[in-house]
């Protein structure tokens, strides 16, 4: 090379200070077009969100419509992924678009099931056998030599069984093979009549309402019981006695492991703990209670409104007894209850209403048919209704007509 031109040569000093300077002020502009862009995604669910929680639909598009041939004295519950269907000779595990999963025959006279988890139990009431089933069908039978008054299922299939004869009140718990994990007496002329029995989700706590007129007036006992570590040093493994005068409670709930809820002819009381249970918050009621209805988060009182003949008041309630919202409404329904999505649904015989947990009446229609059950499926839109002889998958118009639309009423 001519040396000519290597005298024209010359070192350039970087800046990398500046360079680097440079480079954040870029990264931190993108990230702030990244974060608005996020932003305003995030702002438009909201409203989204909050739009299709507080709209009222009017109308509703058929999306599937199946024919069923079901017996008119069949009943439904919500289970699995689709729905418990029982009647005097069967129960069987339905998908939601009418696929039957299994089929258990049996003869009942008046057949009674119950629900935890992935587990049912099915009975005869008066009769002297339970069906253990869960999601892949029958999981054993439990045999018994008394007449079944009441059962109740936990979430691996231990069942708890109330019978009664000749006054006296007897009760069982078994695995869901079948086998006897425990047993206790009521003699009704010492300590009185069985009401209910509840049993909580993992098995090891059962709780009885025991009714006791000997005094005159009726009083409740309801004794706790625990067939963990902590009931094996206590007499029948007894953990807790509360009685009440003057009261009757005729229904208690487990809604989890430890918490019970007694539904009294004044209120409702609530218990926590299994080891050694306690009262918690009570809810005191002057007015007479017309229906009752819960879930695992939740429980509604229903009232009749004194300014309206036909009216009804529905409140609801979180598990500390704190009033959630009040309902009021002249809709005369035949059934009530929490849908899965925690949405309270009212169904008369050829009528549904649904109100969200805001108090906001989300859906009102009169259908062509009878309505037997109405199921949330998926979202904030879809729901299958059965009716008498067909099963409709609908799903709630956000706009306009629509030729398979229901009319609202």
């Not at 500390?320 to 009040?326: A, G, H, K, L």
């Not at 729901?383 to 639309?405: C, H, P, Q, W």
Request: net charge negative.
């Amino acid at each position: 090379m001519d040396s000519r031109n290597r005298n024209n040569l010359h070192v350039v000093e970087t800046d990398w200070e500046e360079i680097n300077k440079k480079i954040r002020k870029h990264r931190a502009r993108r990230l702030r077009r990244i974060a608005i862009i996020v932003g305003v995604c995030v702002a438009a669910f909201i409203v989204y969100y909050m739009y299709m929680q507080h709209k009222t639909y009017e109308e509703y598009d058929v999306t599937e419509e199946i024919s069923r041939s079901d017996s008119s004295a069949a009943k439904y519950l919500a289970y699995g992924s689709g729905y418990l269907k029982y009647s005097n000779d069967g129960i069987s595990y339905v998908s939601m678009d009418n696929t039957i999963i299994w089929n258990q025959s049996y003869e009942m006279e008046n057949p009674m099931v119950c629900i935890c988890g992935s587990y049912a139990a099915a009975a005869d009431r008066e009769g002297e056998t339970v069906y253990v089933l869960n999601e892949e069908g029958l999981q054993g039978q439990v045999t018994v030599n008394m007449p079944v008054s009441k059962i109740e299922v936990a979430s691996q299939g231990t069942v708890a069984v109330l019978m009664e004869e000749s006054g006296t009140g007897y009760l069982s718990l078994y695995n869901k093979g079948g086998d006897q994990l425990a047993e206790g007496v009521v003699h009704a002329e010492n300590s009185g009549i069985p009401m209910d029995i509840a049993l909580s989700t993992n098995g090891k706590n059962l709780a009885v309402a025991i009714m006791d007129v000997s005094s005159g007036s009726a009083g409740t006992t309801i004794q706790f019981y625990n067939f963990d570590t902590a009931g094996q040093n206590q007499i029948d493994n007894l953990v807790g006695s509360f009685t009440y005068a003057d009261t009757v409670v005729p229904e208690l709930a487990y809604v989890d492991d430890s918490t019970l809820l007694a539904f009294a002819d004044n209120g409702v009381y609530t218990f926590s703990g299994s080891a050694s249970p306690q009262e918690g918050t009570a809810l005191a009621v002057d007015d007479e209670i017309m229906s009752i209805f819960y879930d695992d988060r939740y429980f509604g009182l229903v009232y009749m409104d004194a300014m309206q003949d036909a009216g009804r008041i529905i409140r609801i309630y979180d598990m500390d007894c704190r009033e959630q919202v009040t309902i009021q409404t002249d809709f005369s329904y035949d059934s009530i209850g929490f849908l899965d999505n925690h949405e309270i649904c009212l169904v008369n015989a050829n009528r549904c209403s649904i109100f969200t947990l805001g108090g906001l009446q989300k859906f009102t229609c009169e259908f062509d048919g009878e309505i037997i059950a109405v199921f949330h499926e998926r979202g904030f839109r879809e729901y299958v209704i059965l009716k008498e002889d067909i099963t409709e998958r609908v799903r709630l118009k956000l706009f306009g007509n629509s030729t398979e639309a229901g009319d609202a009423s």
